[in-house]
Protein backbone atom coordinates (compact mmCIF):
# COMPACT_ATOMS: atom_id res chain seq x y z
CA UNK A 1 0.00 0.00 0.00
CA UNK A 2 1.25 3.14 -0.71
CA UNK A 3 0.70 6.62 1.52
CA UNK A 4 -2.21 8.00 -1.04
CA UNK A 5 -4.27 4.97 -1.89
CA UNK A 6 -4.49 1.65 -0.97
CA UNK A 7 -3.15 -1.25 -3.72
CA UNK A 8 -6.61 -3.46 -2.64
CA UNK A 9 -9.32 -3.22 -0.01
CA UNK A 10 -12.43 -5.21 0.23
CA UNK A 11 -14.87 -5.08 3.28
CA UNK A 12 -17.67 -6.89 1.24
CA UNK A 13 -20.13 -4.57 1.36
CA UNK A 14 -20.08 -5.42 -2.30
CA UNK A 15 -21.29 -8.70 -1.80
CA UNK A 16 -24.50 -10.57 -1.72
CA UNK A 17 -24.99 -12.63 1.64
CA UNK A 18 -24.73 -16.22 0.51
CA UNK A 19 -22.65 -19.06 -0.21
CA UNK A 20 -19.73 -18.89 -2.67
CA UNK A 21 -20.88 -21.88 -4.11
CA UNK A 22 -18.05 -25.12 -4.94
CA UNK A 23 -19.59 -28.57 -5.61
CA UNK A 24 -15.47 -29.76 -4.34
CA UNK A 25 -15.48 -32.85 -7.23
CA UNK A 26 -12.41 -34.82 -8.54
CA UNK A 27 -13.08 -32.51 -11.48
CA UNK A 28 -12.49 -29.32 -9.38
CA UNK A 29 -8.99 -31.08 -7.67
CA UNK A 30 -7.40 -32.03 -10.82
CA UNK A 31 -8.81 -29.68 -13.83
CA UNK A 32 -9.58 -25.82 -13.64
CA UNK A 33 -12.38 -24.45 -12.93
CA UNK A 34 -13.27 -21.21 -13.37
CA UNK A 35 -16.83 -21.11 -12.83
CA UNK A 36 -16.61 -22.43 -8.96
CA UNK A 37 -15.26 -20.83 -6.23
CA UNK A 38 -15.36 -17.46 -7.40
CA UNK A 39 -16.16 -13.76 -5.62
CA UNK A 40 -15.11 -10.57 -7.38
CA UNK A 41 -11.78 -10.47 -7.23
CA UNK A 42 -11.72 -13.65 -4.56
CA UNK A 43 -10.78 -17.12 -5.70
CA UNK A 44 -10.55 -20.56 -3.91
CA UNK A 45 -6.62 -21.59 -4.32
CA UNK A 46 -7.41 -25.16 -2.87
CA UNK A 47 -10.25 -28.17 -3.06
CA UNK A 48 -10.69 -31.28 -1.30
CA UNK A 49 -13.00 -34.34 -1.93
CA UNK A 50 -14.01 -34.27 1.42
CA UNK A 51 -15.18 -30.89 2.00
CA UNK A 52 -18.27 -32.20 0.05
CA UNK A 53 -20.27 -32.16 3.21
CA UNK A 54 -19.83 -28.30 3.53
CA UNK A 55 -23.55 -28.07 1.95
CA UNK A 56 -22.39 -26.32 -1.37
CA UNK A 57 -19.30 -24.30 -0.12
CA UNK A 58 -16.97 -23.52 2.26
CA UNK A 59 -17.00 -19.91 2.00
CA UNK A 60 -19.91 -17.56 2.25
CA UNK A 61 -21.31 -13.58 3.31
CA UNK A 62 -23.05 -12.72 6.21
CA UNK A 63 -24.16 -9.82 8.14
CA UNK A 64 -23.07 -10.80 11.80
CA UNK A 65 -24.17 -8.09 14.62
CA UNK A 66 -24.26 -5.19 12.13
CA UNK A 67 -21.30 -6.04 9.59
CA UNK A 68 -20.60 -7.74 6.31
CA UNK A 69 -18.00 -11.06 6.65
CA UNK A 70 -16.14 -13.02 4.94
CA UNK A 71 -16.86 -16.68 6.91
CA UNK A 72 -14.90 -20.13 6.42
CA UNK A 73 -18.10 -22.49 7.99
CA UNK A 74 -16.55 -25.80 7.55
CA UNK A 75 -14.34 -27.69 9.60
CA UNK A 76 -11.56 -29.03 7.39
CA UNK A 77 -9.28 -31.84 8.53
CA UNK A 78 -7.73 -32.54 5.03
CA UNK A 79 -6.05 -29.54 3.20
CA UNK A 80 -7.07 -26.47 4.26
CA UNK A 81 -9.59 -23.90 3.17
CA UNK A 82 -7.70 -21.44 1.10
CA UNK A 83 -9.45 -17.64 -0.91
CA UNK A 84 -6.65 -15.56 -2.46
CA UNK A 85 -6.65 -12.25 -4.76
CA UNK A 86 -3.63 -10.61 -6.40
CA UNK A 87 -0.81 -11.23 -8.16
CA UNK A 88 3.42 -11.79 -8.44
CA UNK A 89 3.16 -8.22 -9.02
CA UNK A 90 2.46 -7.22 -5.03
CA UNK A 91 5.93 -6.51 -3.44
CA UNK A 92 6.58 -4.73 -0.48
CA UNK A 93 3.05 -3.99 0.50
CA UNK A 94 1.68 -3.96 4.01
CA UNK A 95 -1.83 -6.34 4.68
CA UNK A 96 -4.26 -6.28 7.13
CA UNK A 97 -7.78 -8.57 7.89
CA UNK A 98 -9.77 -8.26 10.77
CA UNK A 99 -10.23 -11.76 12.18
CA UNK A 100 -12.86 -13.26 14.49
CA UNK A 101 -12.35 -17.01 15.30
CA UNK A 102 -15.31 -18.94 15.90
CA UNK A 103 -13.87 -22.52 17.21
CA UNK A 104 -10.27 -22.47 18.28
CA UNK A 105 -9.91 -26.38 16.76
CA UNK A 106 -7.72 -25.49 13.93
CA UNK A 107 -6.11 -22.11 13.37
CA UNK A 108 -6.72 -19.09 11.07
CA UNK A 109 -5.15 -16.35 9.73
CA UNK A 110 -3.73 -13.96 6.54
CA UNK A 111 -1.81 -15.21 3.59
CA UNK A 112 1.13 -13.16 1.72
CA UNK A 113 3.65 -14.21 -0.86
CA UNK A 114 1.43 -16.09 -2.42
CA UNK A 115 2.52 -17.71 -5.23
CA UNK A 116 0.28 -20.87 -5.42
CA UNK A 117 -1.48 -23.20 -2.95
CA UNK A 118 1.75 -24.47 -1.95
CA UNK A 119 4.03 -21.57 -1.76
CA UNK A 120 2.90 -18.94 0.89
CA UNK A 121 4.05 -17.43 3.99
CA UNK A 122 0.68 -17.15 6.34
CA UNK A 123 0.00 -15.63 9.78
CA UNK A 124 -1.80 -17.87 11.98
CA UNK A 125 -3.72 -17.18 14.54
CA UNK A 126 -5.06 -19.67 17.94
CA UNK A 127 -6.74 -19.15 21.14
CA UNK A 128 -2.72 -20.26 23.10
CA UNK A 129 -0.86 -17.43 20.31
CA UNK A 130 0.35 -16.54 16.87
CA UNK A 131 2.55 -18.18 14.28
CA UNK A 132 4.51 -16.81 11.34
CA UNK A 133 5.29 -19.81 8.79
CA UNK A 134 6.38 -20.64 5.10
CA UNK A 135 4.21 -23.21 3.70
CA UNK A 136 5.97 -25.30 0.94
CA UNK A 137 4.52 -28.46 -0.62
CA UNK A 138 2.91 -29.30 2.71
CA UNK A 139 5.21 -28.46 4.73
CA UNK A 140 5.20 -25.81 7.44
CA UNK A 141 8.72 -24.01 8.62
CA UNK A 142 8.20 -21.50 11.66
CA UNK A 143 9.85 -18.33 11.04
CA UNK A 144 8.55 -16.40 14.10
CA UNK A 145 5.71 -16.63 17.11
CA UNK A 146 4.36 -14.66 19.70
CA UNK A 147 2.33 -15.74 22.89
CA UNK A 148 -0.57 -12.94 22.71
CA UNK A 149 -3.92 -15.31 22.84
CA UNK A 150 -6.87 -14.93 20.38
CA UNK A 151 -10.03 -15.80 21.79
CA UNK A 152 -12.70 -17.56 19.79
CA UNK A 153 -15.55 -14.27 19.59
CA UNK A 154 -13.76 -11.53 19.70
CA UNK A 155 -12.68 -9.31 16.70
CA UNK A 156 -8.49 -8.61 16.15
CA UNK A 157 -6.45 -7.11 13.62
CA UNK A 158 -3.79 -8.99 12.34
CA UNK A 159 -1.21 -7.13 9.88
CA UNK A 160 2.10 -8.31 8.31
CA UNK A 161 4.43 -6.12 6.47
CA UNK A 162 6.66 -6.59 3.81
CA UNK A 163 9.95 -5.24 3.23
CA UNK A 164 13.22 -6.33 1.85
CA UNK A 165 14.43 -9.19 3.67
CA UNK A 166 12.37 -9.15 6.27
CA UNK A 167 8.48 -9.49 7.75
CA UNK A 168 6.76 -7.63 10.92
CA UNK A 169 4.20 -9.06 12.66
CA UNK A 170 1.28 -6.54 13.92
CA UNK A 171 -1.54 -7.43 16.14
CA UNK A 172 -4.28 -4.38 16.27
CA UNK A 173 -1.61 -2.20 15.11
CA UNK A 174 1.04 -3.00 17.37
CA UNK A 175 4.77 -4.51 16.14
CA UNK A 176 4.58 -8.26 18.02
CA UNK A 177 7.34 -10.39 16.01
CA UNK A 178 9.50 -10.43 12.93
CA UNK A 179 11.43 -12.41 10.73
CA UNK A 180 14.30 -12.10 8.51
CA UNK A 181 13.01 -13.74 4.94
CA UNK A 182 12.97 -12.33 2.01
CA UNK A 183 9.57 -12.22 0.90
CA UNK A 184 8.61 -13.52 -2.71
CA UNK A 185 6.32 -11.01 -4.89
CA UNK A 186 2.75 -12.66 -4.58
CA UNK A 187 -0.82 -12.08 -3.63
CA UNK A 188 -2.66 -12.69 -0.28
CA UNK A 189 -5.29 -15.20 1.46
CA UNK A 190 -7.39 -15.79 3.78
CA UNK A 191 -7.03 -19.43 5.57
CA UNK A 192 -9.07 -21.34 7.76
CA UNK A 193 -9.26 -25.24 8.71
CA UNK A 194 -11.89 -24.31 11.07
CA UNK A 195 -14.81 -21.84 11.17
CA UNK A 196 -13.93 -18.07 11.06
CA UNK A 197 -14.78 -14.59 9.96
CA UNK A 198 -12.71 -12.46 8.10
CA UNK A 199 -13.79 -8.46 7.31
CA UNK A 200 -11.61 -5.37 6.05
CA UNK A 201 -9.12 -6.49 4.31
CA UNK A 202 -6.42 -3.76 3.19
CA UNK A 203 -3.59 -3.80 1.62
Not at 33 to 47: I, K, N, Q, S, V
Not at 56 to 85: H, K
Not at 102 to 108: C, E, F, G, L, V
Request: hydrophobic share 40%.
Amino acid sequence: MTDDAPLFADDFTGCEPGLIPNTYSPWGEYHCRTDLGRLGPWREATTHYSWRGAGGGCWRIADIDGRRVLEQQFWANRSYPLLVTGDSSWTEYRASICLQLISDAAPAGLVVGYRHSRDFLALLAREDGLRLVRRRHGEDTELAQCDAPTAPGEWRKLALACNPGRITVLLDDREVAAAEVDVPGGGIGLIANAPARFADVLV
